[in-house]
C-alpha cells in the first residue's frame, strides 16, 4: 500500500473518527434533546432540594436564572467533548465513564461561575444536576439497545425455535468479547444462556448478567439442562490446560461446537481488530499455544517496501501474503507457475481491503531464468520471500530430476537474478526434512541452506534461510489426508504407529519467516522451538474422536508401513548443531551453527550434478544410484533408505570411485 493509497481499514478508521460524520439535522436533534434534559434534570434537582418544589419562593425565581447558565455551560463541553461522536450503538463502558466525566467537569465550572459572580446557586442543586444529566444523557443513548435486549429476550420466550440458545466457555475477556458480538446483528440470532469456567471462584457470579453456572465437567449436565443449542469456545489454545479433553466434553453434547478466531487480539493495542465466531477446527487442539512475534520489527523492514513471494500461490506463501499486507508494503509481487491459486488469493486481498492495494499477481517458474529477469526489471523488488518448491517426500522420490531442477538450480537462479537487480533481503523457506535427509526432497532443502550460506558471502544482498517443522492444513499434509479418509468412512492410514513429527501453524510459519527477515543476519539459518513433537498415531486417534468416532471401533486405523524417503523421526535442529544454537532476542528463535563450505568445491559440484541432470533422465534404479552418489557428496549426512541388492551396492562402489576421480 504505502503510496498507492489507504486500506480498507484506514479508510474505515477515517471515516468514524470525522467529528461531524452524522446528518445535520440528527446533530441539532440531539443537541435540543440534551438542552430538555438539562432543564429536566435543574428542575428535578430543585425538586430534590427544596420542600416546597417549585411553589417555594426562592427555587421557582431561581429556576430561570439557573437554566441559562447551565446550556451555556453544559451543551459546548458536551460538543467539544466528543459526545456527539460517539458511535453509542456499539459503545460500552469507557464511552459511558467519559460522558459522566464530563458532566461533573460541567458541573465543576458552572460552580465556579457561581462562586465567581456570586449567582447564589445552590451547590446541592448544582451537584444534583450534574449527576442527572450524566445519567439522562446515558440512558437517552442506551435506550435504544435495552429496547433490543427485551425484544430479543422476548423473541426467544415467543419463538424459542428461531434463537440460538449458547453456552460461552471462558468468563475472561474472550467471554466478554462474544458477549458483545451476541448483541450485533449478525448474532442478533444468539441468545448466550450460562458461562463456563474452570475457576472455581467466579461460580455463581455474573458477567453481563449471565450466570457462569460451572466447570468443563458440567457442560454436557448443563447443555441438556437449559437446552443449548450452540457451544462458544472463547479461551485460546495457549491458555487452556487439555484442549483435546474439552472438546471431547463439548462432542458429547449435541451441540454446535464454533470458536472464538484469534483469542490473543483481544487484548491487543489494534483497536480495529475484528474478532469473529467460527466453527471449532480440528487444529484448535491439536497445535500447542502458537508463538506471536515482534510484529513492529517486521513491520520496520516491510513497511513501503515492495515485496515478491515466490510460491506465493501455496498454503505458506499465500498466508505470507495476507500477513505482509498488515505491513504496508508499497507493493506486493505475487510470484507463482500454478495461476489458479495466485488468482483466487488476489481475488480474495482485493475483496478483503475493498481494492485499496497494490498487489502483482505474475505466473512464471523459477526455472526460467528469462523470466525472472524480466519480472525483477519491472518490478525491483526489495524484499524476496522464497517459498516456492516442490516438496512431497514420495512423488519427489520418483521425479528426483524435477525436485533437483527446481529446488536447487530454480533457487540458485532466484538468488542470482535478486542480486543482480539491488534485492536488500532475501528469506527462503527451509524444512527439517533438511536435517540428516533420508530423501530427495529433504536433500534438495539442505543443498539450498548450503547455497544460500556461500552465497551470503560474497554478496551485499542480506540472505538468511527459516527452518521448521510440518505446517498443520497445508497441501498434501496429514490433516486434509485424514480428514477426508473421515469423512469417506475410513480406514485412517498411519504409516508407522511410531512415527512423529513437529507441527506448527501456518500462520506461525508464516510470522517466522518474517521475523527471521527482520534479525537480518546474513547467511544465517533460523529455527524455532516447536515443543514436542506429536505421534502421528495420537493425532490420527485424536481427529477420529473430533468427528465422533472411537478408534479401530468404528473407523479402523491401517498401518501401511513407512514410505520410500521416510523417516521416524525428524530433527528441526541435529545433535550437532543444538550444542552449538545461539538464541535471538525472540525466545523461540535460534540461530543454527553452519559449518564452514568451501565455496569452489561447493560450485564445483553443483556443476557435475547439473551436468547430470541436463544430461536427460531414465527412472531406473541405476540412474538413481548415480545421482544419489553425487547428492551424497554434497550432502554427506544424507542416507536414502534404499534397499540396495548386492550387485546395486557393488555398482555403487564403482560409482563413487568415479565420481571421485573426476572431482580430483
Given at each position: 500500500?504505502?503510496?498507492?493509497?489507504?486500506?480498507?481499514?484506514?479508510?474505515?478508521?477515517?471515516?468514524?473518527?470525522?467529528?461531524?460524520?452524522?446528518?445535520?439535522?440528527?446533530?441539532?436533534?440531539?443537541?435540543?434533546?440534551?438542552?430538555?434534559?438539562?432543564?429536566?434534570?435543574?428542575?428535578?434537582?430543585?425538586?430534590?432540594?427544596?420542600?416546597?418544589?417549585?411553589?417555594?419562593?426562592?427555587?421557582?425565581?431561581?429556576?430561570?436564572?439557573?437554566?441559562?447558565?447551565?446550556?451555556?455551560?453544559?451543551?459546548?463541553?458536551?460538543?467539544?467533548?466528543?459526545?456527539?461522536?460517539?458511535?453509542?450503538?456499539?459503545?460500552?463502558?469507557?464511552?459511558?465513564?467519559?460522558?459522566?466525566?464530563?458532566?461533573?467537569?460541567?458541573?465543576?465550572?458552572?460552580?465556579?461561575?457561581?462562586?465567581?459572580?456570586?449567582?447564589?446557586?445552590?451547590?446541592?442543586?448544582?451537584?444534583?444536576?450534574?449527576?442527572?444529566?450524566?445519567?439522562?444523557?446515558?440512558?437517552?443513548?442506551?435506550?435504544?439497545?435495552?429496547?433490543?435486549?427485551?425484544?430479543?429476550?422476548?423473541?426467544?420466550?415467543?419463538?424459542?425455535?428461531?434463537?440460538?440458545?449458547?453456552?460461552?466457555?471462558?468468563?475472561?475477556?474472550?467471554?466478554?468479547?462474544?458477549?458483545?458480538?451476541?448483541?450485533?446483528?449478525?448474532?442478533?440470532?444468539?441468545?448466550?444462556?450460562?458461562?463456563?469456567?474452570?475457576?472455581?471462584?467466579?461460580?455463581?457470579?455474573?458477567?453481563?448478567?449471565?450466570?457462569?453456572?460451572?466447570?468443563?465437567?458440567?457442560?454436557?449436565?448443563?447443555?441438556?439442562?437449559?437446552?443449548?443449542?450452540?457451544?462458544?469456545?472463547?479461551?485460546?489454545?495457549?491458555?487452556?490446560?487439555?484442549?483435546?479433553?474439552?472438546?471431547?466434553?463439548?462432542?458429547?453434547?449435541?451441540?454446535?461446537?464454533?470458536?472464538?478466531?484469534?483469542?490473543?487480539?483481544?487484548?491487543?493495542?489494534?483497536?480495529?481488530?475484528?474478532?469473529?465466531?467460527?466453527?471449532?477446527?480440528?487444529?484448535?487442539?491439536?497445535?500447542?499455544?502458537?508463538?506471536?512475534?515482534?510484529?513492529?520489527?517486521?513491520?520496520?523492514?516491510?513497511?513501503?517496501?515492495?515485496?515478491?513471494?515466490?510460491?506465493?500461490?501455496?498454503?505458506?506463501?499465500?498466508?505470507?501474503?495476507?500477513?505482509?499486507?498488515?505491513?504496508?508494503?508499497?507493493?506486493?509481487?505475487?510470484?507463482?507457475?500454478?495461476?489458479?491459486?495466485?488468482?483466487?488469493?488476489?481475488?480474495?486481498?482485493?475483496?478483503?481491503?475493498?481494492?485499496?492495494?497494490?498487489?502483482?499477481?505474475?505466473?512464471?517458474?523459477?526455472?526460467?531464468?528469462?523470466?525472472?529477469?524480466?519480472?525483477?526489471?519491472?518490478?525491483?523488488?526489495?524484499?524476496?520471500?522464497?517459498?516456492?518448491?516442490?516438496?512431497?517426500?514420495?512423488?519427489?522420490?520418483?521425479?528426483?530430476?524435477?525436485?533437483?531442477?527446481?529446488?536447487?538450480?530454480?533457487?540458485?537462479?532466484?538468488?542470482?537474478?535478486?542480486?543482480?537487480?539491488?534485492?536488500?533481503?532475501?528469506?527462503?523457506l527451509s524444512t527439517d526434512k533438511a536435517v540428516n535427509p533420508t530423501n530427495i526432497m529433504g536433500t534438495t532443502k539442505r543443498i539450498n541452506e548450503m547455497m544460500v550460506q556461500v552465497f551470503a558471502k560474497t554478496s551485499n544482498m542480506k540472505c538468511m534461510m527459516v527452518r521448521f517443522g510440518n505446517v498443520l492444513g497445508s497441501h498434501g499434509s496429514v490433516i486434509p489426508l485424514y480428514e477426508m479418509q473421515i469423512k469417506k468412512g475410513g480406514p485412517v492410514t498411519v504409516t508407522h504407529p511410531d512415527i512423529v513429527r513437529y507441527f506448527m501453524t501456518i500462520p506461525e510459519a508464516a510470522q517466522l519467516v518474517l521475523q527471521a527477515g527482520s534479525f537480518a543476519q546474513s547467511g544465517a539459518i533460523y529455527a524455532l522451538d516447536m515443543g514436542p513433537p506429536i505421534r502421528i498415531m495420537d493425532l490420527a486417534e485424536k481427529m477420529i474422536r473430533f468427528y465422533g468416532y472411537e478408534p479401530n471401533v468404528d473407523m479402523p486405523i491401517k498401518v501401511t508401513g513407512l514410505r520410500p524417503g521416510e523417516k521416524l523421526y525428524e530433527e528441526v535442529i541435529s545433535e550437532e548443531e543444538f550444542k552449538r544454537l545461539v538464541p535471538t532476542m525472540h525466545k523461540k528463535i535460534f540461530v543454527v551453527p553452519t559449518a564452514e563450505i568451501d565455496a569452489k568445491w561447493f560450485?564445483?559440484?553443483?556443476?557435475?550434478?547439473?551436468?547430470?541432470?541436463?544430461?536427460?533422465?531414465?527412472?531406473?534404479?541405476?540412474?538413481?544410484?548415480?545421482?544419489?552418489?553425487?547428492?551424497?557428496?554434497?550432502?554427506?549426512?544424507?542416507?536414502?533408505?534404499?534397499?540396495?541388492?548386492?550387485?546395486?551396492?557393488?555398482?555403487?562402489?564403482?560409482?563413487?570411485?568415479?565420481?571421485?576421480?573426476?572431482?580430483?
Amino acid at each position: 500500500m504505502g503510496n498507492t493509497g489507504l486500506s480498507y481499514t484506514q479508510t474505515h478508521t477515517k471515516t468514524k473518527a470525522e467529528p461531524h460524520s452524522m446528518p445535520w439535522f440528527k446533530f441539532f436533534g440531539m443537541l435540543l434533546l440534551d438542552a430538555m434534559l438539562i432543564a429536566t434534570a435543574i428542575a428535578f434537582a430543585i425538586l430534590f432540594r427544596f420542600e416546597n418544589g417549585f411553589s417555594g419562593a426562592e427555587a421557582s425565581s431561581n429556576f430561570l436564572s439557573y437554566l441559562p447558565v447551565h446550556e451555556v455551560v453544559y451543551l459546548p463541553i458536551l460538543l467539544l467533548g466528543g459526545l456527539y461522536r460517539v458511535y453509542w450503538k456499539y459503545a460500552g463502558l469507557p464511552e459511558i465513564t467519559s460522558a459522566f466525566i464530563l458532566c461533573v467537569f460541567a458541573g465543576f465550572l458552572t460552580y465556579l461561575i457561581n462562586i465567581v459572580f456570586t449567582l447564589g446557586y445552590s451547590r446541592s442543586v448544582l451537584a444534583m444536576t450534574s449527576m442527572l444529566v450524566a445519567v439522562s444523557i446515558v440512558a437517552l443513548r442506551i435506550s435504544p439497545r435495552a429496547f433490543r435486549y427485551l425484544q430479543r429476550q422476548y423473541k426467544h420466550i415467543k419463538y424459542n425455535s428461531d434463537m440460538k440458545r449458547v453456552m460461552i466457555i471462558g468468563a475472561g475477556s474472550g467471554g466478554a468479547y462474544v458477549l458483545n458480538l451476541c448483541k450485533k446483528d449478525i448474532y442478533s440470532s444468539y441468545v448466550p444462556v450460562l458461562i463456563i469456567d474452570d475457576n472455581p471462584a467466579k461460580i455463581g457470579l455474573r458477567l453481563e448478567n449471565i450466570p457462569i453456572l460451572g466447570v468443563r465437567k458440567d457442560i454436557p449436565t448443563l447443555a441438556e439442562k437449559y437446552k443449548i443449542s450452540e457451544i462458544v469456545i472463547a479461551i485460546s489454545s495457549s491458555a487452556i490446560r487439555d484442549m483435546d479433553e474439552l472438546i471431547c466434553l463439548c462432542k458429547q453434547t449435541s451441540c454446535r461446537i464454533r470458536i472464538l478466531t484469534d483469542i490473543h487480539g483481544i487484548d491487543s493495542a489494534d483497536s480495529e481488530k475484528k474478532l469473529s465466531i467460527r466453527d471449532l477446527d480440528v487444529k484448535d487442539f491439536l497445535m500447542r499455544g502458537e508463538e506471536h512475534f515482534d510484529l513492529s520489527a517486521i513491520n520496520s523492514y516491510l513497511s513501503d517496501k515492495i515485496v515478491l513471494i515466490t510460491g506465493g500461490g501455496g498454503s505458506i506463501g499465500s498466508e505470507l501474503c495476507r500477513q505482509v499486507i498488515l505491513t504496508h508494503p508499497k507493493q506486493l509481487v505475487i510470484f507463482d507457475i500454478y495461476e489458479n491459486n495466485a488468482y483466487e488469493l488476489e481475488c480474495e486481498l482485493k475483496h478483503n481491503y475493498n481494492g485499496a492495494l497494490n498487489v502483482e499477481v505474475v505466473i512464471g517458474s523459477i526455472r526460467d531464468r528469462n523470466r525472472l529477469n524480466e519480472v525483477f526489471a519491472k518490478y525491483k523488488p526489495d524484499v524476496v520471500f522464497h517459498a516456492a518448491a516442490h516438496k512431497h517426500v514420495p512423488l519427489m522420490e520418483r521425479s528426483y530430476g524435477e525436485a533437483i531442477k527446481n529446488n536447487v538450480f530454480g533457487t540458485r537462479n532466484l538468488l542470482e537474478v535478486a542480486e543482480t537487480f539491488g534485492v536488500e533481503r532475501f528469506v527462503m523457506l527451509s524444512t527439517d526434512k533438511a536435517v540428516n535427509p533420508t530423501n530427495i526432497m529433504g536433500t534438495t532443502k539442505r543443498i539450498n541452506e548450503m547455497m544460500v550460506q556461500v552465497f551470503a558471502k560474497t554478496s551485499n544482498m542480506k540472505c538468511m534461510m527459516v527452518r521448521f517443522g510440518n505446517v498443520l492444513g497445508s497441501h498434501g499434509s496429514v490433516i486434509p489426508l485424514y480428514e477426508m479418509q473421515i469423512k469417506k468412512g475410513g480406514p485412517v492410514t498411519v504409516t508407522h504407529p511410531d512415527i512423529v513429527r513437529y507441527f506448527m501453524t501456518i500462520p506461525e510459519a508464516a510470522q517466522l519467516v518474517l521475523q527471521a527477515g527482520s534479525f537480518a543476519q546474513s547467511g544465517a539459518i533460523y529455527a524455532l522451538d516447536m515443543g514436542p513433537p506429536i505421534r502421528i498415531m495420537d493425532l490420527a486417534e485424536k481427529m477420529i474422536r473430533f468427528y465422533g468416532y472411537e478408534p479401530n471401533v468404528d473407523m479402523p486405523i491401517k498401518v501401511t508401513g513407512l514410505r520410500p524417503g521416510e523417516k521416524l523421526y525428524e530433527e528441526v535442529i541435529s545433535e550437532e548443531e543444538f550444542k552449538r544454537l545461539v538464541p535471538t532476542m525472540h525466545k523461540k528463535i535460534f540461530v543454527v551453527p553452519t559449518a564452514e563450505i568451501d565455496a569452489k568445491w561447493f560450485y564445483q559440484q553443483l556443476t557435475f550434478l547439473e551436468r547430470e541432470i541436463e544430461n536427460g533422465f531414465s527412472e531406473s534404479d541405476a540412474r538413481k544410484l548415480v545421482i544419489q552418489v553425487m547428492l551424497q557428496e554434497l550432502v554427506p549426512s544424507y542416507a536414502p533408505n534404499n534397499k540396495f541388492s548386492s550387485k546395486q551396492s557393488h555398482e555403487l562402489k564403482l560409482v563413487k570411485q568415479a565420481i571421485a576421480a573426476k572431482g580430483s
